[in-house]
């Protein structure tokens, strides 16, 4: 079955480091997503991306987010100096359409020290 | 926009035995409803979902939810659980639109005791 792939599994920076977190989704899968949850609490919107651009983004996805689908295949988000609290698990997805709900990958968790 | 409360934060249930997760909505638009799963250390993965039609939907280890729009609920149920069923349970709720992003409610933590 195709899979949305992530990496790294888990990446530890420094505060105020920028950080890229890499995500493969499924070949022909048209809109695709951000998403991160914060230990034990909820999982929370970041950011949806179709047609090459952002079609909507949180509150939580300031100027210090960018994504960006570079090559075709893989869909980035980058943050640009990392603060304590973006600690979390950051997940990807995308789909086909909403209609057919999202494919997760199994996330990054990102560890900011 | 929309919304969606568990009440539950945590649901402890004996093996074999029934369990019921309460979910409930808000929105102003038609919408789209969907349980995903996260069992530890894992990803999010879709467990259910209710589109249209008929209102009672299954999946395929045994968990059915039923959407009642009246009630603007839609619990997750299952007769009778496994210890492999231990795992977070997150309802979430999309409008129809086709840009329309999937909102999780907070989750709630299903422990199937022995």
């Known amino acids: 079955e195709p899979e949305v792939t992530q990496t790294p599994s888990h990446q530890v920076t420094q505060m105020g480091q920028e950080v890229i977190l890499r995500c493969v989704p499924i070949s022909n899968h048209l809109y695709f997503y951000w998403y991160r949850q914060i230990l034990g609490q909820k999982v929370e919107f970041l950011v949806s991306?179709?047609?090459?651009?952002?079609?909507?983004k949180s509150e939580i996805f300031d100027d210090q987010f960018s994504v960006e689908r570079p090559d075709g295949s893989n869909f980035t988000l980058k943050i640009r100096s990392t603060k304590l609290e973006d600690s979390a698990m950051y997940f990807c997805a995308s789909s086909m359409s909403p209609l057919y709900g999202y494919t997760f990958g199994s996330g990054t968790r990102l560890t900011v020290v | 926009a929309q919304s969606v409360t568990q009440l539950d934060s945590q649901v402890p249930v004996f093996e074999e035995a029934p369990v019921e997760l309460r979910c409930n909505y808000s929105?102003?638009?038609?919408?789209?409803l969907f349980w995903y799963v996260q069992y530890p250390n894992q990803g999010l993965q879709l467990l259910l979902k209710?589109?249209?039609?008929?209102?009672l939907v299954e999946s395929i280890n045994g968990f059915e939810a039923e959407f009642n729009k009246s009630q603007t609920s839609f619990h997750l149920r299952k007769p009778s659980v496994h210890i492999s069923d231990t795992a977070e349970y997150f309802c979430?709720?999309?409008?129809?639109?086709?840009?329309?992003?999937?909102?999780f409610g907070p989750g709630t933590s299903l422990s199937v005791i022995p």
């Open positions: 979430a709720v999309s409008g129809v639109a086709s840009y329309d992003k999937v909102i």
């Open positions: 929105s102003s638009v038609s919408v789209y």
């Open positions: 991306f179709y047609n090459n651009e952002i079609s909507e």
């Open positions: 209710y589109l249209s039609g008929s209102t």
